[in-house]
């Protein structure tokens, strides 16, 4: 059977809609920084998208070539995810995307090395002849955070951060966003494919323990 790690590790991609407190482990991306709206038609977000899954196809369809990975299984690729930041702003404001930050990821399996991830973006390079040279291997460790799955437009997400941010206070916790530490929202849903009142995003924040 195929591995599919929403399915897999449902507590880190299946989140109930409702906050809860999660503690997630260091993982290894795919990853292409940028900035500006997300919206833009065929803008800097939408290349880096294309950028992204183009090598996690490449990685994912090594089983049919010449590059034979140690440790590989069969897997679903994983969804889209994205950590988002504007300077001066703790958080995110949605009225302002044109200064969003951001560094768009997709997940690797944890047999991916970094001489497999070189491969990938080579082998990627050369069939499609495109220049992949923005993507990196990107490790993050992200730690301890409330999330909470988010139904609805991306647009009506702060009313379910208030909803988060008023049970992690409930609960002893401290919002911790810093330059390290980043709003993170996993993309579950095609924005293309589903109505926007229909979308699931899991919304992510770093928390800290209450200092006393």
């Not at 690729?77 to 997709?106: A, M, R």
């Not at 909470?148 to 609960?171: L, N, S």
């Amino acid at each position: 059977m195929t591995f599919d790690f929403k399915k897999e590790y449902k507590e880190f991609y299946m989140p109930k809609s409702m906050p809860s407190i999660v503690n997630v482990p260091k993982m290894n991306y795919i990853a292409v920084r940028g900035r500006g709206n997300p919206n833009e038609e065929d803008g800097e977000y939408k290349q880096a998208i294309g950028i992204l899954y183009g090598i996690a196809y490449t990685i994912k369809m090594s089983k049919k070539g010449n590059h034979q990975i140690d440790g590989y299984f069969d897997y679903v690729v994983p969804p889209l995810e994205g950590f988002w930041w504007q300077d001066g702003v703790i958080g995110v404001d949605y009225t302002n995307k044109d200064s969003f930050q951001w560094i768009s990821v997709i997940r690797l399996p944890d047999f991916v090395t970094k001489d497999d991830f070189d491969w990938a973006v080579r082998e990627a390079a050369a069939k499609k002849k495109q220049d992949f040279s923005s993507v990196e291997f990107f490790t993050y460790d992200e730690g301890l955070c409330v999330q909470c799955m988010h139904i609805g437009a991306y647009d009506d997400e702060p009313a379910t951060v208030a909803a988060m941010h008023r049970f992690m206070e409930a609960k002893g916790y401290d919002l911790d966003i810093s330059d390290q530490r980043l709003h993170h929202e996993i993309y579950l849903s095609d924005a293309r494919k589903v109505a926007p009142e229909k979308l699931k995003t899991v919304i992510r924040h770093p928390i800290k323990v209450k200092e006393s």
